[in-house]
């Protein structure tokens, strides 16, 4: 598999990256052995770098991650962990910590999980309101002068905030949502980014599989699954989004691809310092989803899609109000 470096300063990765957070929680159902079997199928493909979050089911994901490369060599992967997000019982999420001491508490919990001495890269989850950013980046990298963390990261933030953590310790990645129908990361983040020499690690790249072309009015219904309390899998906004699925259906046909297949190699097309992270769960999706590593996108292709997919051309926000007041990323930028 082709290899990108995160950024200046980051690690080479794959090109395409492994999201695991659906293997444990929010999207319905999951299948640990088929979980386990699709992590081992996607190191075998060449995929190195696997995306979690120590909140993702409470540990739960950094514990199913630890099983599946338990026979993996670790200098033949590189760990990505979010960290930060507070949770109750009820599995309510109730704030931001990312003061130094909750970090390293955060880190020392997630490095025993993980069953490994290091983490890769290691990223707040979102901006603390609460405490400023270079306080919580300085406490990171006292922690990579210690030899548990390799590279520093951030998450859904935006360009003054990006410019503040980069100022203390040099940024790796952003990781962000990114997709033919999530384009905000256009209006300036991703050309900070650039100047910065700070990759790109993009979730959403299928939008939570609402284009990847099998995505139904009918889907996710017999689980508990987040998308259905989101707005654009809701109402008209669904439809008016299934409606953009279909005119992705035809244009990949034209390509001789599928539309999850064309989605991913779309964003893998912006720039060879971004890296798509797919969420596949079972084999048969990453199968797919490594096939967009086949697809090349031509100039014609690339402006039938931009015709299609205007920026903002989604139907209802990516997240429900109360987490969109969270994302530092959805701030307007200041001069």
Known sequence: MEQRKLGSTGPTVSALGLGCMGMSEVYGP??????????????????????TGDFYAMGHNEM????????????????????????????????????????????????????????DVYRPARLDPNIPIEETIGGIADLVKAGYIKHIGLSEVGSATIRRAHAVHPIADLQIEYSLIERGIERDILTTCRELGIG?????????????????????????????????FQGSNLDANLALVEQLRAISAEIGATPAQVAIAWVAAQGKQIVPLVGARPRNRLTEALGAAKVTLTPAHLAVLATAFPPDVAAGTRYAAEQMAHLDSEKPATA
């Open 200 to 232: 790109i690690t993009a979730y959403g790249v299928l939008a939570r599989g609402l284009i990847s072309g099998h995505w139904s009015k009918d889907s996710g219904k017999t689980g508990k699954d987040y998308r259905l309390m989101t707005p654009r």
């Open 30 to 51: 999951a299948d640990r052995g088929e979980s386990i079997a699709t992590i081992h199928a996607a190191l075998d493909a060449g995929i190195t770098l696997v995306d």
């Open 64 to 119: 199913l991650v630890r099983e599946a490369l338990k026979e993996v060599p670790r200098d033949k992967v590189q760990i990505s962990v979010k960290f930060g997000a507070l949770r109750g019982p009820a599995g309510e999420f109730t704030g931001m910590d990312t003061r130094p001491a909750a970090t390293r508490n955060f880190l020392a919990y997630s490095l025993q999980r993980l069953g490994t001495d290091y983490i």
